[in-house]
């Protein structure tokens, strides 16, 4: 797994730097992206990745993403309670093992309590979802 900050400060420099990583994750969270819908995936994203799942704000603040090895099979999972900057996908693991990977970001200028609170809904949201299965890790 590896995780940035900021992605948009690489497109700014060399749109192609990150993509010739050395070490190829099986997962890529960025959180604090920076990104906007006007930035499309591929002008980014290395070879051997699925599209990523993005929550995306206005270009220049905020935003997350969790890219996932085309290798596996993933889906975005939709929260209830996901009010905050956050995102959560499923990936499917040996055995029917699942993994719940998400990524989330407080912004400096909002209220850290409210935002801690929508983390810990969507948290919650997901340990219904997973109540009663052993079979199941959180990142």
């Known amino acids: 797994m590896a995780n940035f900050h900021e992605c948009r400060s690489y497109l700014q420099y060399d749109r192609h730097s990150w993509k010739k990583l050395y070490v190829k994750p099986d997962a890529i969270i960025i959180s604090?992206?920076?990104?906007?819908?006007?930035?499309?995936?591929?002008?980014?994203?290395?070879?051997?990745?699925?599209?990523?799942?993005?929550?995306d704000r206005k270009a220049g603040a905020g935003g997350v993403l969790v890219a996932i090895r085309d290798c596996y099979t993933s889906v975005e999972v939709e929260l209830p309670h996901n009010q905050g900057e956050t995102i959560w996908c499923e990936v499917n693991m040996k055995q029917g093992r699942k993994l719940y990977m998400g990524a989330s970001y407080r912004t400096p200028s909002g209220n850290p309590v409210e935002q801690l609170d929508h983390l810990e809904k969507s948290l919650q949201d997901l340990k219904e979802i997973t109540r009663d299965r052993r079979d199941v890790t959180v990142v």
Do not use: H
């Open 32 to 55: 604090g992206t920076k990104l906007g819908p006007d930035i499309a995936s591929s002008q980014f994203m290395p070879c051997g990745y699925a599209k990523p799942y993005r929550k």
